[in-house]
């Protein structure tokens, strides 16, 4: 049995991060009152804050309690990372660009963080697929992954594995695209995969 706030690691897949969006933040531009976006805002705030808070305590949970730092519970700190940073790092810099319809932090930031968005949003995906299939085994092969519980190396290998590919699945086209086919497509003001625009589509999960 999982202990303590390890059993509900809370996730930033409550709302499609800028990546998803592929430039329709820039179409939302106008549809809001003052009010409506002082509103947004701080409910956009407050997800942010609990997304953060909620991770952190799982993190810190598993610093501070060695006997929780079992083969499956390895599993849910890599996702508890994941979520994390998508709250520390990708929703705050897509609060002001749905809000205002404007990228406005550059196109290196802007590329850094369609990188680090999908590889985070896929990640957590990868991590709850492995999460799964260690479910799956602990039922099926009790005898065999209860003896595996201490092997940490293996755990963390397969942690490192779920970074990698979720990186490779998404990364180098974002980061490479407009090199590949010579020129940027994206105006100024906006921030998506290029990708998009010449009929790849790619989506969060």
């Not at 409550?14 to 990546?19: A, H, N, R, Y």
Request: glycine share 8%.
């Amino acid at each position: 049995d999982l202990k303590g706030p390890l059993q509900a690691p809370l996730t930033a897949r409550t709302m499609e991060s800028g990546g998803a969006l592929n430039g329709s933040a820039a179409a939302a531009a106008g549809r809001f009152t003052a009010a409506g976006t002082a509103a947004l805002g701080a409910l956009m705030a407050l997800l942010i804050a609990v997304i953060v808070a909620g991770n952190a305590l799982v993190m810190l949970a598993f610093v501070a309690d060695s006997s929780l730092r079992t083969q499956n519970n390895f599993f849910l700190l890599n996702l508890a990372i994941s979520d994390f940073l998508v709250g520390a790092f990708c929703i705050p810099l897509y609060v002001p660009y749905v809000l205002t319809g404007r990228w406005i932090f550059g196109r290196s930031l802007c590329k850094l963080w369609l990188v680090v968005d999908y590889l985070l949003c896929t990640s957590s995906v990868f991590n709850i697929v492995l999460i799964s299939y260690d479910r799956f085994l602990s039922v099926t092969r009790a005898v065999a992954y209860r003896a595996q519980q201490g092997n940490t190396k293996q755990a963390v290998l397969k942690m490192v594995m779920v970074w990698v590919l979720a990186f490779l699945l998404y990364g180098p086209a974002i980061i490479s695209w407009e090199y590949i086919s010579g020129r940027s497509t994206i105006p100024t003001g906006e921030c998506y995969p290029e990708p998009h625009r010449r009929g790849l589509t790619y989506r969060h999960t």
